[in-house]
């Protein structure tokens, strides 16, 4: 377990950057988080087919969890962002 809590925790600030990229050319969208949890498959699929193939599974679980630790990291920024927005105005 902390192995693939290791690897996503390496891995999620990949996964915001390319779904980063991905929101630039398709905009706001409610498909965004289902984007992160496949941004997150594939990167760390791609990685441990290259690298270590012995331990897809493993990397593949990390990629879910990186995706979904991204989602969940750009919603509370996004949150963080509108908060002190709202507070300069009052």
Do not use: C
Request: hydrophobic share 50%; proline share 3%; no cysteine.
């Amino acid at each position: 377990m902390t192995e693939i809590l290791t690897i996503s925790s390496i891995i999620t600030p990949l996964v915001v950057g390319v779904t980063e990229l991905v929101k630039g050319q398709i905009g706001r969208s409610k498909l965004l988080p289902i984007s992160n949890v496949i941004t997150g498959i594939l990167l760390s699929g791609l990685y441990s087919f290259s690298f270590v193939p012995q331990d897809l599974i493993l990397y593949l679980w990390a990629g879910a969890i990186a995706g979904l630790a991204a989602g969940g990291l750009f919603d509370l920024g996004d949150h963080v962002m509108k908060l002190q927005e709202s507070n300069k105005s009052n």
